[in-house]
C-alpha cells in the first residue's frame, strides 16, 4: 500500500492546542504509530512541553527527542521549538504579564545612563517599584483575598517559604503573628529545608513567594571576567 502521509512542508501548522488534538485524531495517516503515541503524551503533559527542554521530556516520556522533532515537522512547524510556542501561549493568556514586561511595555525600557549615578539608580528603582504597586493596584479587585484570609486563619500553622528576593517577604510575618496565627519560615539554613518541611501536618498551609527574575538594566557595565590561570 502506498504511504499516502503528507509533506510536512505542505502542511499548516496547528493555530492551537484544540487544533493540534483534532489533527491528530482526524488525519493519523500523517504520522507514524510511534509519532502518534508522542503526541498523545504531549496532549496529557502540556505543562511540561510548555516548560521543560527536549532532553526533560525524553526523560519523563520515555520517548527519544527526535521523535518529539519529527512530529513537530509532521505538524507543519519548523522544529520542536516552534511547536513548543502553541503549549506556552495558553501559559501567557492566563497569566498577567511580568512586573519587568510591564515596566517596559507601559513606561518604556528604565536606562540608567551613568550607572555610577546612585540618585539614578535609586530614582529607577522608585519608578519600578511604584509601577509594582500600581500593578497590585490594579489586580486587587480580581484576587480571592477573602478566601485567602480564611485559609490563613484556619489553619493550624502557616509555613511560610521565599528564596533569593522573595525572602524578605516571607520573612514578614507580622500581620500573621498579629492575627494571632503560628508562622513558619522555611528558611533552607544550613540545608535543613527538608527537615523543616517534615514538621508540616495536616491542617497545615503552605504559602510559597516568587517574584519574576531581575532583569539586569541597559547600560549597565557587566563585572568583568577574572582571566584563566595559566601554568
Not at 509519532?35 to 511540561?48: D, P, R, S, T, Y
Not at 511580568?98 to 539614578?120: C, F, K, N, Y
Request: glycine share 4%.
Amino acid at each position: 500500500m502506498a504511504d499516502t502521509r503528507t509533506d510536512p512542508e505542505e502542511t499548516d501548522k496547528p493555530q492551537c492546542v484544540e487544533a493540534f488534538r483534532a489533527r491528530l485524531l482526524n488525519e493519523r495517516h500523517l504520522f507514524t504509530n510511534r509519532m502518534l503515541e508522542a503526541g498523545a503524551w504531549v496532549l496529557e503533559n502540556q505543562w511540561i512541553v510548555a516548560l521543560e527542554t527536549l532532553s526533560v521530556m525524553a526523560r519523563k516520556s520515555q520517548f527519544t527527542p527526535s521523535i518529539f522533532v519529527r512530529l513537530a515537522k509532521a505538524m507543519g512547524f519548523d522544529g520542536f521549538s516552534d511547536m513548543q510556542k502553541l503549549f506556552r501561549a495558553p501559559l501567557h493568556e492566563a497569566y498577567p504579564a511580568s512586573l519587568s514586561e510591564r515596566i517596559s511595555h507601559s513606561q518604556g525600557d528604565e536606562v540608567v545612563h551613568d550607572p555610577t549615578d546612585m540618585r539614578a539608580v535609586g530614582q529607577s528603582f522608585c519608578r519600578a517599584n511604584s509601577a509594582s504597586l500600581a500593578h497590585l493596584g490594579d489586580r486587587l479587585g480580581e484576587l480571592p483575598l477573602d478566601a485567602a484570609i480564611d485559609r490563613n486563619l484556619a489553619a493550624r500553622t502557616v509555613h511560610l517559604i521565599g528564596l533569593d528576593r522573595s525572602f524578605p517577604v516571607a520573612s514578614y510575618s507580622y500581620v500573621l503573628r498579629w492575627a494571632r496565627v503560628q508562622a513558619i519560615q522555611i528558611t533552607g539554613t544550613g540545608s535543613l529545608a527538608s527537615d523543616q518541611v517534615a514538621v508540616m501536618r495536616s491542617g497545615d498551609l503552605l504559602v510559597s513567594i516568587s517574584v519574576p527574575p531581575m532583569r539586569r538594566p541597559r547600560s549597565t557595565p557587566r563585572r568583568p571576567r577574572a582571566p584563566l590561570a595559566t601554568k
